[in-house]
């Protein structure tokens, strides 16, 4: 009977999650931002911010201690297969030709600014902020690192709705905000191995299993994965038994990473990068895998999220106000004007630097998955992942007011023809 009483437990929470996610997620298009901003604000209205405050008695009984247990592990799941379906997506392609170098130095201006402000902050906040015992060094590296992420997923999408994927600004864009990712997730993947190991043997087996797992699944497992391609692409799709073996590998990859001692999420990641990118097994992967993993277990991390999001230090005179304060603008200045200032003087004009700046700030679900990970590995403290996570939506609701503001429909209708005159 207990058994079941938990089942119910958990399909409630999940229906609830479900219902305030969709709804969110809809009212947010509704004032011309992505979906993803209106489920990240769910998740956040689901904890002590709303649900928490109102009904206290209620969230307590439908999140007890053991659901919230089972949210994660769903979550965790769901993240994954994400950062799976992230990876296989991208286009080896757009890291060559002319576009490479002008989007590689528009990605390192847009970490490198981001990552020094990111870890000045640190180190004012670090007294009050960081965990008890945490290393300055790895506290500066974990705020620098979090807020230097763009979210290339969220941008190909907004990017894809407007029909400017394939422009001169969105191609740009759109290949800096995927070498900054990786170089995120590669630099998340030290920072645990460094910060969560405790000593600096245990670091360096994290670091060299990890590098060793990379480079057999880039090379022996790309080579092996890349035959079930080819047969999928004779037979015209991915049959049951090939999609077994895809979950399979991923699966496995995630557990291998997370056991090493890198979260999961690498796995997932560096087996999409494995993938095939041909385009039965693209449409096959999004097929069947996109709408459940979207639609119900990518919302049930945005609301374990916000369940972990703690809100009473931003009362009336809260001690948050502040740092809240001066993160924010270190994480927006770092994105807008870095990025802004090389856009310019890469020859394109104010309106598109400032377009792209917008475009850049966008964190998304991308700095959440970077922050829940700090928090389950003990490198970052409650309030600060509060304070995160209002950074994550505040900017990420900020990209396309900047975006509509720097480039109107007229112009944004010209720059489908053709690259911007370069300004002399």
Not at 24 to 38: E, T, Y
Not at 185 to 200: D, K, R
Not at 284 to 300: A, G, H, R, W
Request: aromatic letters at 10%.
């Amino acid at each position: 009977m207990n058994q079941i009483h938990f089942a119910l437990q958990v399909f409630a929470a999940l229906a609830v999650v479900l219902v305030a996610t969709t709804v969110c997620g809809r009212l947010a298009m509704l004032v011309r931002q992505p979906r993803v901003v209106g489920e990240m604000v769910a998740g956040v209205l689901l904890g002590p911010a709303l649900f928490g405050a109102v009904a206290p008695g209620v969230q307590a009984q439908l999140f007890p201690a053991d659901v919230k247990s089972t949210l994660y592990v769903l979550s965790t799941i769901g993240l994954t297969f994400y950062m799976f379906l992230v990876g296989s997506s991208l286009d080896h392609k757009l890291t060559t030709g002319a576009n490479a170098r002008k989007a590689g130095v528009l990605a390192v201006s847009g970490i490198v600014p981001t990552f020094l402000l990111g870890a000045g902050t640190a180190v004012i906040f670090f007294d009050s902020l960081s965990p008890e015992g945490s290393s300055l060094w790895v506290f500066m590296l974990f705020v620098g690192g979090a807020l230097s992420i763009t979210a290339f997923p969220m941008l190909a999408r907004i990017l894809q709705e407007r029909g400017i994927a394939n422009t001169p600004i969105g191609g740009l864009t759109l290949v800096a905000a995927a070498i900054d990712d990786a170089v995120a997730w590669a630099f998340l993947a030290l920072i645990i191995a460094v910060g969560a190991s405790g000593n600096a043997g245990g670091a360096l087996r994290t670091i060299i299993g990890a590098a060793i797992f990379a480079v057999l699944m880039l090379t022996v497992g790309r080579k092996w994965l890349g035959k079930l391609g080819e047969r999928a692409e004779r037979d015209g799709k991915l049959s049951r038994d090939m999609m077994a073996i895809v979950l399979l590998v991923v699966l496995v990859a995630g557990w291998f990473t997370d056991f090493i001692g890198v979260f999961s999420v690498f796995g997932g990641f560096i087996t999409g990068l494995a993938m095939p990118k041909t385009p039965v097994v693209r449409h096959e992967l999004e097929t069947k895998l996109t709408d459940l993993n979207s639609i119900l277990l990518l919302p049930v991390f945005f609301a374990f999220s916000g369940l972990n999001t703690q809100v009473s230090g931003f009362g009336a005179g809260g001690a948050l106000w502040f740092p809240l304060a001066v993160i924010m603008l270190a994480a927006f200045a770092g994105k807008y004007l870095g990025c802004g200032l090389v856009v310019r003087a890469q020859g394109y004009t104010w309106r598109y630097a400032s377009a792209v700046g917008g475009l850049m700030n966008a964190r998304g679900l991308m700095i959440l998955i970077f922050i829940n990970i700090g928090l389950a590995y003990g490198l970052v403290t409650p309030e600060m992942f509060a304070i995160l996570v209002l950074v994550a939506i505040v900017t990420t609701a900020a990209a396309m007011p900047i975006y509509r503001a720097s480039l109107p429909d007229h112009l944004e209708a010209q720059a489908d023809v053709k690259a911007p005159a370069p300004v002399r």
